[in-house]
């Protein structure tokens, strides 16, 4: 309880300290940066330190290297070769490969059992801290947010979706939303659940979906005629799962999930892109009707006190 009590009290204090900061903040003057800029087009590094005086680094640390204290032990038991005595020497400091750690941790216990001085840095302190936010956000995901997500897509596509082909099935107008949504969702549920894999409300959507899932494991960028008759380029390379993602299963499933759900676009307007296929006009009216159609579902699954 003791270790929360900062943090809870740095909960209490930040509203007060964002008020302060935004009440202390100048109000930014567009017209006056694009000026500056205008006046600045030519301007270089000298020009900005002579407006903007700031403390240069030295080249080199002014500390006599012979003299460091406990030298003849650093040389010993971390067996410098003749170049890294140089560099130490000539730098005051020295960044070599041949020493590196996996971690933090790893490389301060090597330092106690060699019984060297220890520098606790602050890049030490940061990388313990994000490393037990790492940790809360794993815990938070795997009981939290990947058991949410996977009950509310369930119920967008086994409830809300049969209620939209109810709504909407008879009209043959709105066949290729409605498997665009379905699509949509079977994919979603598939890269969340792969060992128990969602069936599709339309027999039809099956082979589209495996065929994307195929392009996501390829991880490569393919060109996909999605939710249009128009393909477009799509990064599958986004889907390979990194960071704490990739030590999981059930995070790595999760992470493809939410890249998924994330990246895919449902166009509104025309996008403007370099060498592209222009989308035509219907098909970015079939995606605007797709959206019209998800937000539909979620606000049906909501109403029914499914979310």
């Given at each position: 309880m003791?270790?929360?009590?900062?943090l809870?009290?740095?909960?209490?204090?930040?509203?007060?300290l964002?008020t302060?900061?935004?009440?202390q903040?100048?109000?930014?003057?567009?017209?006056?940066?694009?000026?500056?800029?205008?006046?600045?087009?030519?301007?270089?590094?000298?020009?900005?330190?002579?407006?903007?005086?700031?403390?240069?680094?030295?080249?080199?640390?002014?500390?006599?290297?012979?003299?460091?204290?406990?030298?003849?032990?650093?040389?010993?038991k971390?067996?410098?070769?003749?170049?890294?005595?140089?560099?130490?020497?000539?730098?005051?400091?020295?960044?070599?490969?041949?020493?590196?750690?996996?971690?933090?941790?790893?490389?301060?216990?090597?330092?106690?059992?060699?019984?060297?001085?220890?520098?606790?840095?602050?890049?030490?302190?940061?990388?313990?801290?994000?490393?037990?936010?790492?940790?809360?956000?794993?815990?938070t995901?795997?009981?939290?947010?990947?058991?949410?997500?996977d009950?509310?897509?369930?119920?967008?596509?086994?409830?809300?979706?049969?209620?939209?082909?109810?709504?909407?099935?008879?009209?043959?107008?709105?066949?290729?939303?409605?498997?665009?949504?379905?699509?949509?969702?079977?994919?979603?549920?598939?890269?969340?659940?792969?060992?128990s894999?969602a069936?599709?409300l339309?027999?039809?959507?099956?082979?589209?979906?495996?065929?994307?899932l195929?392009?996501?494991?390829?991880?490569?960028?393919?060109?996909?005629?999605?939710?249009?008759?128009?393909?477009?380029?799509?990064?599958?390379?986004?889907?390979?799962?990194?960071?704490?993602?990739?030590e999981?299963?059930?995070?790595?499933a999760?992470?493809k999930?939410?890249?998924?759900?994330?990246?895919?676009?449902?166009?509104?307007?025309?996008?403007?892109?370099?060498?592209?296929?222009?989308?035509?006009?219907?098909?970015?009216?079939?995606?605007?009707?797709?959206?019209?159609?998800?937000?539909?579902?979620?606000?049906?699954?909501?109403?029914?006190g499914?979310?």
């Open positions: 003791k270790r929360l009590l900062p809870v009290a740095a909960a209490m204090l930040l509203p007060g964002v302060v900061l935004r009440a903040t100048p109000t930014f003057d567009l017209d006056a940066y694009r000026a500056y800029l205008s006046q600045h087009r030519a301007i270089d590094g000298g020009g900005v330190l002579r407006e903007h005086p700031a403390p240069l680094f030295q080249r080199r640390a002014q500390i006599p290297f012979a003299e460091a204290r406990y030298l003849d032990s650093v040389r010993l971390y067996k410098l070769t003749t170049d890294e005595v140089d560099l130490l020497s000539e730098n005051g400091f020295l960044v070599t490969e041949r020493l590196s750690y996996g971690s933090f941790g790893t490389a301060y216990q090597d330092a106690w059992v060699k019984d060297m001085p220890v520098l606790v840095s602050t890049d030490a302190i940061l990388h313990a801290v994000h490393m037990s936010y790492d940790e809360i956000l794993k815990s995901e795997l009981q939290l947010l990947i058991p949410r997500l009950f509310l897509l369930r119920a967008l596509h086994t409830a809300s979706l049969p209620a939209l082909d109810a709504a909407h099935g008879a009209n043959p107008a709105m066949r290729a939303m409605l498997r665009d949504v379905d699509l949509y969702l079977t994919v979603a549920r598939r890269l969340l659940r792969p060992q894999p069936k599709p339309y027999a039809e959507t099956d082979a589209a979906a495996n065929d994307m195929l392009l996501v494991a390829a991880e490569q960028p393919s060109d996909v005629a999605l939710f249009s008759s128009t393909a477009r380029t799509i990064d599958f390379s986004q889907f390979t799962p990194r960071g704490h993602y990739a999981d299963a059930a995070l790595s999760y992470f999930a939410m890249i998924w759900l994330g990246r895919t676009e449902f166009m509104l307007t025309k996008p403007v892109q370099q060498g592209a296929p222009v989308q035509k006009d219907e098909d970015i009216q079939r995606q605007v009707i797709d959206a019209y159609l998800v937000k539909d579902a979620v606000a049906m699954a909501d109403s029914a499914m979310r």
